[in-house]
């Protein structure tokens, strides 16, 4: 009986060594601002690069200086629709968020819930109107509404032959204003990556 | 009764009111703009349902090196499932001859059929026991 115990320690101790030394995965945390491109899809490179050249371009155009001109106060804008038409997959909103925070940062520009996250709020605020104190329940009807709405596309161009590639990506973001249709600023940012397999 | 009638006139004045503040038109605006006000409060929902996401409507770039490669997987699979079939086959039954089909009995002599010289038994056919 002790020896088939000590024969299954032996074969479970081995066996153990034996499948660690297989494994020979490593992981290593990185920069997130470290440049690393793998296949040549888009990455988080990409949407960097895409989110501070826009930052960049929003913050710093005329359509801001000539609203607080014209109204006296900062603008108030409603992020829209983001449409990928190109080839990839590519989630905006890993851009989109760090243009809001500059937005909110900067307070140049007030920037107003939409979408999903609205649909939550107004819950809640219903939600309220028969489970709140009346000192601290919230009223509808009093929201802020948008000046301008910030909306886009992003497109690709792939030409590819043998094994090798070049994509192009087009990343077109629009600011209008709701009231007058009035196209006040676009935004692009052109990304061109050549692959070689 | 002259009372009642009282609150309904009120009533009826107060939202009047209230249609007409919402409605009152400003400089320059267009006369039939309510038509275009109403229009999009039906379907509003189903507009806005979208904001603040991302809409794919992604499209199938042709690359000739990912094709090439595709086109070399698409042969490997079909290949082991033709030697797949040639294993669920291989007691000279086939499958595609159905019992008495066209007065056929069903049964296939054993040079007439497809695979008559792949081995019966062994590694490509997996039949390693019923070789008699």
């Not at chain 2, 002259?2 to 009111?17: D, E, G, T, W």
Request: proline share 2%.
């Amino acid at each position: 009986m002790k020896k088939t115990f000590l024969s299954f320690v032996m074969l479970t101790t081995v066996s153990a060594f034996v499948l660690s030394g297989c494994a020979n995965r490593k992981v290593t945390r990185i920069d997130p601002a470290e440049q690393i491109d793998i296949s040549g899809s888009w990455n988080s490179t990409d949407s960097r690069l895409t989110a501070e050249a826009m930052t960049k371009q929003i913050i710093a155009e005329k359509w801001l200086a000539n609203h607080t001109a014209a109204k006296g106060k900062k603008p108030v804008v409603i992020v829209g629709v983001i449409t990928n038409k190109s080839h990839e997959h590519i989630e905006s909103e890993t851009f989109m968020k760090d243009l809001e925070r500059a937005f909110i940062n900067t307070q140049l520009v007030g920037l107003v819930q939409s979408g999903k996250k609205r649909e939550a709020l107004r819950a809640e605020k219903a939600d309220m109107q028969t489970n709140a104190s009346v000192s601290t329940m919230k009223k509808f009807g009093l929201e802020n509404g948008a000046d301008y709405i910030l909306q886009g596309s992003i497109n690709s161009i792939v030409d590819a032959y043998k094994k090798q590639k070049t994509v192009t990506y087009q990343i077109d973001l629009e600011l209008t204003n709701i009231e007058t249709n009035e196209v006040v600023w676009i935004g692009d940012k052109k990304i061109a990556k050549y692959v070689k397999n | 009764m002259k009372k009642l009638l009282v609150v309904c006139a009120a009533f009826i004045f107060s939202q009047a009111n209230a249609q007409s503040t919402n409605t009152m038109p400003v400089a320059d605006q267009n006369p039939n703009y309510l038509q275009s006000q109403q229009h999009y409060m039906l379907i509003k929902d189903s507009l806005l349902q979208n904001f603040n996401t991302t809409v794919q409507q992604t499209y199938q770039a042709y690359d000739w090196y990912q094709e090439k490669r595709a086109r070399k997987q698409a042969r490997i699979n079909n290949r082991q499932q033709v030697r797949l079939a040639y294993a669920n086959n291989s007691f000279g039954f086939q499958s595609f001859n159905h019992w008495n089909q066209f007065g056929y009995n069903g049964f296939t002599p054993f040079f007439q059929q497809p695979n008559c010289f792949l081995p019966q038994i062994g590694y490509r056919s997996r039949n390693w026991f019923y070789w008699f």
